[in-house]
Structure formats: C-alpha cells, structure tokens
C-alpha cells in the first residue's frame, strides 16, 4: 500500500463566527484518498467577533487543528502566508473561511498538482 501524502489547509479567519465551525468539521471529515490532512491551519486575523473563541473549542476536539492569533488585522494575504510558514504538509491548500469554494474540490486540486507535478494550481 502506498503511503498517504501529507497536505495542510490553510484558512485565514477574519469574523468567521457563523462558517468556521462547520468549514473545519465538513474538512476533517473529507476522504481524500491517497492525501491526508495532517493538519488544518486556521489564521484568526484578529476577528471582533467569537472567531476566536469558536476556534479554541474546536482546538480541543480537533488536534490536527493549529490556531494562530494574530495581534492586529493583517488583511486575508498576510493571514493565508502566515499560515503557509508553519504548514508541514508536502501540499497546502488555502480556503476561505466562507464556503466560496467547496470542500469538495480539496481532492480535485491536490490530484491536479500531484498527477502533473505542479508547484501551484488554482481553483476558479
């Protein structure tokens, strides 16, 4: 059997209160076959909203789930590379933090680069 390839998911958070409990579940419970989520990096960009606080619970549930606060808003490209400096996966992937592109597509992206040996893909 071959080995599972490891992939990160990088959110940048910014008043995500009423989609990011449901966006982080729906994730963990992707089958991507061949990929793995070693760990979904959510990037709270310093939300006044429970952002925040919705993410500590589910840090406890979840303990592939990283949580970085930023101190000030840093606006959703610094949020997202904020991320991409910790993840550990062999792939990243970004998604927003409002369902704009569905989990779905996870599986669609990762075998586009794997299959071709792409750096990057985008999804439109």
Do not use: R, W
């Amino acid at each position: 059997m071959q080995d599972l390839i490891n992939c990160s998911i990088v959110i940048p958070c910014y008043n995500s209160q009423n989609s990011i409990k449901l966006l982080v579940e729906e994730i963990f419970k992707l089958n991507l076959k061949k990929y793995k989520i070693l760990e979904i990096i959510c990037v709270d960009d310093f939300s006044d909203d429970n952002t925040s606080q919705i993410l500590e619970e589910l840090k406890k549930i979840h303990k592939d789930l990283i949580v970085i606060n930023n101190s000030k808003n840093e606006g959703q490209v610094k949020a997202t590379l904020n991320g991409i400096i910790v993840a550990k996966g062999d792939y990243i992937v970004t998604l927003d933090d409002d369902f704009q592109h569905p989990t779905s597509q996870i599986f669609k992206l990762l075998e586009a680069c794997y299959e071709q040996n792409l750096d990057f893909t985008l999804g439109v």
